[in-house]
């Protein structure tokens, strides 16, 4: 198992362009979810999905979108970054519904905005 | 707000020491508290997940205990390691907001050889 796979590791972006962070997981894990993590402000959920077609907001979901088309994936879209975007993204995934809700974590994709 | 905190914010030992990391939370009403290791630069390792019907987990030389009544867990790390410098995270999943972890600030240990 490969667990929880990120793309790409690291991104530089100027402002105003658009990219997509990809994940991936291999444990047909239901629940999915992004975070950011920023000193000083710890780790913040962006947008989490429970499943194929399902997907909602975080605290912080401004200037992101998401969609869920598979099981396995789970990507999330800047529309137009911005400085405050720079940051360390993580993706991560659990089972849902079963109790468990033990969290895995990809390795990090980290942005710069200029 | 449901909130959870992590004291100290940095501890700096010598190799052998056995040492305890404290993490508390606002609200008795938990799903789980997960414990994760961090090292610079990388993801997010999960070391122990301890369910709110248990008491402690176990792995190797750690220990996490949980006493939801007072809010609080512990990290235990036996006989403390160079390897286990890292950033240690504490993370609970509230029962209202069931659809997230919410994270202390952690606390960045160090282990001196």
């Known amino acids: 198992n490969a667990g929880v796979t990120q793309t790409p590791k690291f991104q530089v972006l100027k402002t105003g362009q658009s990219m997509t962070l990809q994940c991936a997981q291999d444990?047909?894990?239901?629940?999915m979810s992004w975070y950011r993590q920023d000193p000083g402000m710890g780790l913040r959920l962006i947008h989490y999905?429970?499943?194929?077609?399902i997907t909602d907001q975080g605290e912080v979901p401004n200037g992101y979108n998401v969609s869920r088309s598979t099981t396995e994936d789970f990507p999330l879209r800047l529309l137009s970054a911005a400085p405050s975007q720079t940051s360390v993204y993580f993706c991560?995934?659990?089972?849902w519904g079963d109790g468990n809700y033990e969290q895995y974590f990809g390795p990090g994709t980290r942005l710069t905005v200029t | 707000k449901q909130e959870v905190t992590q004291i100290p914010a940095a501890l700096s030992v010598p190799e052998g020491e056995n040492l305890v990391l404290n993490c508390s939370f606002t609200?008795?009403?938990?799903?789980?508290l997960q414990w994760f290791r961090q090292d610079p630069g990388k993801g997010l390792t999960s070391l122990l997940l301890?369910?709110?019907?248990?008491r402690e987990q176990t792995s190797g030389r750690l220990n996490a205990s949980l006493d939801k009544s007072s809010g609080r867990s512990t990290l235990y790390i036996a006989a403390s390691q160079p390897g286990d410098s890292a950033t240690y995270l504490c993370a609970v999943r509230f029962m209202d907001s069931s659809y997230k972890l919410i994270f202390g600030s952690g606390t960045r240990l160090l282990v001196r050889p």
């Open positions: 301890i369910q709110s019907s248990q």
């Open positions: 999905s429970v499943g194929a077609g």
């Open positions: 444990m047909n894990h239901e629940y």
């Open positions: 991560a995934s659990s089972s």
């Open positions: 609200d008795s009403a938990i799903y789980n």
